[in-house]
Every structure is written in C-alpha cells, then in structure tokens.
C-alpha cells in the first residue's frame, strides 16, 4: 500500500515537471523569436522607409495612397520600439510591393496630368481674352448696366487670378495642382461666356486625372 501511495506520488511530481518543462522551453522559444526577428524588422523597417523616400512622385500624384503607407510606416515603427518585432516585420515586408505599385499608379496619373493641362493651358488663354472683349464691346454700347458690368469684370479678374495661380503651380511642378484649378477655372468661365451671350470657343479634349 506505501509502496504504491509512493508511486503515484512519484507520478504526479515527474507529470509536474514535464510540464514545467514544456512551458520553461516554451517561453524560450518565444524569447528566441522575438530575439530573432528584430533585426529582420529592423532591415524591413529601413527598406521601406528607404524604398518611400526614393518614389518622390508618389505623394504628389497618388497622395492618399502615400499617407496610407506611411500610417503603416509609423505604426510598424510602433510596434517595433513596442517590442512586437514580429509584427513590425510582417507589416514591413508587404510595403516595398505596395510602394512599387503607387510609384506606377503615380507615373500614369503624371503622364495623365500632363496631358490635361496641354490641352487646358491651350483652351483657357484666348477664353478669358475673348470674355475679356466681350465686356469692353458690353460696355462700349451701353447693352449692360453698370452694376452687371461691374459684377463681371470682378469675376473675370478672380478668373484670371486663379488661372495665373494654376500656372505657378505648373511652375513649382504641382501639376495635379494645377490641373485641378485650370478645370475650375474652365467651369466658371463657362458659365460666365454664357451669362454674357457668348458663343463658347472649342473646348480642347481634356479630362481630369483620376
């Protein structure tokens, strides 16, 4: 009976051990990993921060997508300075391909911008000359009041303010930019020829980037 009470003592201790032993080389592995995937992440890291910097197009012409990145950027960093180097790896390797891809998106949607202001900086010049004419011939034959004509010119020098704003961004090399405020600038003046009894002149086969 002793003999046997002592056995299965016996067992349990050893049933214990075990199992301080599995977790013990458990947590070492789990130590190991962390350990091991720090540098990883830490090269990860530096790869994308470096591949980001190098696609200087990407947040110019695909903004959102460069902001989205770079939330990533910041929050791998975050886990990485956390500890959580496995994380910080695995949010890490999946941004090269995803900066690769934008830097492509982003060339197209240059070669798209520059396609659009040719065509706008061509078409807009002689619509604000030609409103322009339309006023001072308005004016000359007394066909507008005062008031009406007033209110136009003032609209036509805010409409030339915002065309020679489009072209100094042309200038500074924001394309998209001016791209944007060109097509605003066509609207308006549009809706103004029209106002005026103008006949619109062809407009020019452009479209606003994606």
């Known amino acids: 009976m002793a003999n046997s009470f002592r056995n299965e003592c016996s067992q349990i201790l ?3 051990e075990r199992r301080i032993a599995i977790r013990f080389v458990a947590g070492l592995f789990a130590l190991s ?3 091991c995937n720090k540098g990883p992440a830490d090269e990860a890291l530096k790869a ?5 910097a190098a696609a200087t197009e990407v947040e110019t012409y695909v903004p959102e997508e460069f902001a989205a990145v770079s939330r990533i950027l910041l929050e791998a960093r975050a886990s990485y300075a956390a500890g ?3 994380d910080a790896l695995r949010a890490a390797q999946a941004l ?3 900066i690769a891809a934008a830097t492509v998106a982003a060339a197209r949607r240059k070669e798209q911008s520059a396609a659009a202001w040719s065509a706008l900086s061509v078409e807009l010049e002689p619509r604000l000359e030609a409103l322009a004419a339309r006023l001072t011939l308005l004016a000359s034959g ?3 009041s005062s008031e009406r004509l007033a209110a136009a010119q003032a609209e036509l ?3 030339s303010q915002a065309w020679a704003d489009a ?3 042309d200038e500074r090399g924001d394309v998209p930019k001016a791209v944007a405020g060109a097509h605003d600038v066509e609207g308006k003046a549009l809706t103004l020829a029209a106002r005026l009894g103008l006949k619109p002149l062809p407009a020019a086969s452009a479209s606003a980037p994606p």
């Not at 994308?48 to 980001?52: G, I, S």
């Open 142 to 144: 007394g066909a507008i």
């Open 14 to 16: 050893h049933g214990r």
């Open 96 to 98: 090269p391909d995803r």
């Open 167 to 169: 072209k100094a961004a």
């Open 157 to 159: 020098a805010t409409l």
């Open 33 to 35: 990993t962390v350990a």
């Open 48 to 52: 994308a921060e470096q591949a980001l």
């Open 84 to 86: 959580r180097h496995t």
